[in-house]
């Protein structure tokens, strides 16, 4: 995508502009979403940032006035990072923790992550491959990478489509009638007192406040912009991008699968913590790097490790508060993800531009990412989620 505005003739500055504001504009599309998707109805909250996405991918393919994109960045739904940003997420985990038990939870969630990045790694081959083949072909540059970005447009269609299909048991109304479930609490809509939050609204605000840090850490690395440095400083063509980027996800899928395992013999808190802090030295690493091979090698390194913390926040989240609190509690730590993530590309595009400072979003994002894990580690590590208080 950084190329893409890149090869569309926009400067640095401009390319992290955009990319800000497109994480802004999913943080308020995923915060209304969340916040009326138990009212509105989940399908239909889906089906709707479903509709946003391919608003946005058409319109990023179609024109290249700055102002028409800013539009589409701002009101659509498309992920600079490579990673799920949007309104989907949150309704997906709320669903998902209501429906599996406790003890299955983390697993689950990492099954879950699993598919996303078998399914991020795939997008990434398949497009790096056909921007490649397309320029083989005779295409311009700027012509095949435009076609690259319609088919996010068009595969929000399919999306769509799916949405369709969705179960009517992701619905509140028939989640409500299992009140005879153990363990599970009926709502209460006098209990609510901001955003959907009662008893664990002091929990989810640090939470949140937290999972902010990390994610305006990571938006200094966001793979659009992680890309594009690998593409300024090796010359890397958009095949050896995608096949990059394709091992990265592979490896971060397994790295998110193994995490129940090790979750489930040293906790979820020592988990994210204690897999996160060496995948942020690995993270500075790379732009110290001297050639490719090196750099590449870092890289996957690193992302066989780095998200072995997401199914576990994931869990964790979930476990720490009320059932009705779940879908409150997945939007608001998601829009604090959202919000932190989207004020750090706007600072990169500054680096990027400057051959002096290329490499410096790698050591400020991993810097900030092992502030983030002393401070979750030292705020959250006494606050146990139910499974591990039963042994």
Known sequence: MAIYLAQLGMKEAQIGLLLTLTLLGDTAISLWITTNADRIGRKRMLLAGAALMIFAGVLFGLTRN?????????????????????????IE??????????????????????AGSFATASGALVSGLLAQQLQNSGLSPLSSSRIVVLGYGLIGFFLLSLFTRLSPAVEVVLQEQRKTEPGRSRVNPAQRSFLGLHRSQKVVFRLAALFSLDAFAGGFVVQSLVAYWFHVRFGVAPAVLGAIFFGANILAGISALSAAWVAKRIGLINTMVFTHLPSNVLLMLVPLMPGLSLAVAVLLLRFSISQMDVPTRQSYTM??????????????TGVARTIGASLAPVFSGFFLANPLLLGLPFFISGGLKIVYDLALYRSFRGLKPPEEREH
């Open 93 to 114: 985990q709320a669903s998902i923790s209501y429906l599996v038990p406790d003890e299955h939870r983390t697993r689950v969630f990492a099954w879950y992550n699993l």
């Open 66 to 90: 700055f102002y028409l994109l800013l539009l589409a960045a701002t009101i659509g739904v498309i992920s600079p990072s490579g990673y799920e940003v949007g309104p989907f997420l949150s």
């Open 319 to 332: 476990a720490v508060v009320d059932p009705d609190e779940r879908s409150a509690a997945a939007g608001i």
